[in-house]
């Protein structure tokens, strides 16, 4: 005898399906990725920041 067909599966649910006391305002959204601080371009073009850091500095951020 074949096996009864699987149940079809439940519509996706939001992550957050519940608020409690471990529900943090952080989890209700997904987390935009870090934006690298303003640089003007013509301190971009000396090699060095707004705050005169040395270019290298900028490669965490790329």
């Given at each position: 005898q074949p096996?009864?067909?699987?149940?079809?599966?439940?519509?996706?649910?939001?992550?957050?399906?519940r608020h409690?006391?471990t529900t943090?305002?952080?989890?209700?959204?997904?987390?935009?990725?870090?934006?690298?601080?303003?640089?003007?371009?013509?301190?971009?073009?000396?090699?060095?920041?707004?705050?005169?850091?040395?270019?290298?500095?900028?490669?965490?951020?790329?």
């Amino acid at each position: 005898q074949p096996a009864p067909p699987p149940p079809s599966p439940p519509p996706p649910l939001p992550r957050i399906i519940r608020h409690d006391a471990t529900t943090s305002t952080h989890d209700l959204y997904i987390p935009r990725p870090p934006t690298p601080k303003p640089v003007r371009p013509e301190t971009r073009d000396a090699g060095t920041t707004t705050a005169g850091l040395p270019k290298k500095t900028l490669v965490c951020y790329r």
